[in-house]
């Protein structure tokens, strides 16, 4: 068999055949010659009219422990759609790529399972070079169709770096979560560019959007998509409780700790018989953060000594505590339909506890209080949106930090936005 035969068999080049074979030292180096045919400018317009002509080399997928090249002559047209000179599109290669398809998807199914250094390793290429290669192939792979047939949505931002730079991310509740649309940035502006991409017809058929209480995101879907149901996320609501307990926790330490004196104790270890020595009331205090933050279902037997004791005391940490599970409450109910009467119950009663932090509470919960409802009766969160940040941040940190938004964004778009991409060897 001619070696022109094998390398013919082995890469399998769409559209063009091999001219000749040369080893060097740097590697195979496979020569190409292209089948007669039209000019394809990557917009699409054909022509048999050529500018002028060079020769290319692209890196192909090893052979074995060498390097392989696959090289060819290539054409600049004057493309009359696009209006000016342009590099033709050949079938074994991306525009403006310097490596071949085959390379290039390898490359990026692998980014989709491992970090960069074992790609780089493995297929001796530098990281710059990956993070290119993932952003050129997701933009082929991602269209304007993952934006269609959008009804519910759930927007939330992650963080990109240091320095309170992050990213907006919108994902489809019913797409199990998928990411269709990610920027740099967090303000009214973003969320704007993602209406706008959306379009008029398609922004028509949105129906619900699930969101933080940021005013940012509020004013955007209000100001681009007035008539979409605005359902604020269960997740930032428990946070906010959670925060104003252990507000009232940290005020209760203080009061304790400037009123009452800390309780001298002996040096040494105590002996055998000694009698027991007195509470420090102050570090006790301290102490009982888990018992008042944690789900009740999953508190152990010292952390119910701990509310039975505050309970007795009248204290104003059980108080804290008993509005922070009313307003749990709102998500355990049976029937939907009774969450208007119990979260007016709850404001009634925050609004009124005299404690500080809760009183501020209510006014937030008041504020956002038909989109609190809304989240209820549809029975939406953020819970996917949140699972996905902790992917995406999986994804940073495993490719020890993004040079860039575009290249975190593509990698986004790769790992969660349910991009499939098909290796060589699946290719009939």
């Known amino acids: 068999m001619r070696v022109t035969t094998a390398f013919n068999k082995m890469l399998a080049v769409v559209g063009a055949s091999v001219a000749g074979v040369v080893f060097t030292d740097q590697g195979v180096v496979v020569t190409l010659r292209r089948r007669r045919q039209k000019r394809r400018c990557p917009c699409g317009w054909q022509t048999w009219a050529v500018y002028d002509r060079s020769v290319r080399r692209w890196r192909h997928l090893d052979l074995g422990s060498t390097r392989c090249f696959v090289e060819a002559e290539i054409c600049r047209i004057d493309c009359r759609r696009c209006g000016r000179v342009r590099t033709e599109e050949v079938p074994w290669a991306r525009p403006r790529a310097r490596h071949t398809r085959d390379f290039q998807d390898v490359v990026t199914w692998l980014a989709q399972h491992t970090d960069k250094t074992t790609i780089t390793t493995l297929l001796r290429v530098c990281w710059e070079a990956v993070a290119k290669i993932v952003i050129d192939v997701v933009a082929e792979a991602i269209d304007g169709t993952r934006l269609d047939e959008l009804y519910r949505i759930g927007v939330d931002e992650v963080s990109d770096r240091k320095g309170h730079r992050f990213l907006t991310v919108v994902a489809d509740h019913d797409r199990n979560g998928?990411?269709?649309?990610?920027?740099?940035?967090?303000?009214?502006?973003?969320?704007?560019?993602?209406?706008?991409?959306?379009?008029?017809?398609?922004?028509?058929?949105?129906?619900?959007?699930?969101?933080?209480?940021?005013?940012?995101?509020?004013?955007?879907?209000d100001n681009r998509a007035a008539h979409v149901t605005q359902a604020v996320d269960p997740f930032h609501l428990a946070k906010l409780a959670n925060e104003a307990v252990d507000k009232v926790r940290r005020g209760a330490w203080n009061t304790e700790r400037r009123t009452t004196p800390a309780p001298k104790r002996p040096r040494g270890r105590p002996r055998k018989n000694a009698p027991a020595l007195p509470r420090d009331s102050t570090r006790w205090i301290k102490h009982t953060r888990w018992a008042l933050l944690q789900d009740p279902d999953a508190l152990k037997p010292s952390q119910l000594e701990v509310l039975d004791e505050l309970r007795r005391r009248r204290s104003v940490l059980y108080r804290s505590w008993q509005l922070k599970e009313g307003i749990r409450d709102l998500y355990r109910l049976r029937k939907p339909s009774d969450a208007e009467c119990h979260l007016d119950w709850w404001l009634a009663w925050a609004c009124r506890c005299r404690i500080p932090a809760f009183v501020t509470l209510s006014k937030t919960v008041r504020a956002n209080r038909d989109r609190i409802l809304a989240a209820v009766e549809l029975g939406l969160s953020n819970s996917r949106l949140e699972g996905l940040n902790s992917k995406i941040r999986l994804i940073n940190h495993r490719g020890y930090g993004h040079h860039s938004a575009a290249a975190l964004i593509a990698m986004i778009y790769l790992c969660c936005g349910g991009v499939t991409i098909e290796l060589p060897t699946g290719r009939t």
Do not use: I, P, S
């Not at 998928?178 to 379009?199: K, M, N």
């Open 178 to 221: 998928a990411v269709v649309w990610a920027d740099e940035g967090r303000d009214a502006a973003t969320l704007e560019r993602f209406y706008d991409a959306l379009g008029d017809q398609r922004l028509a058929n949105l129906e619900v959007v699930t969101l933080d209480m940021d005013g940012a995101y509020k004013a955007a879907t």
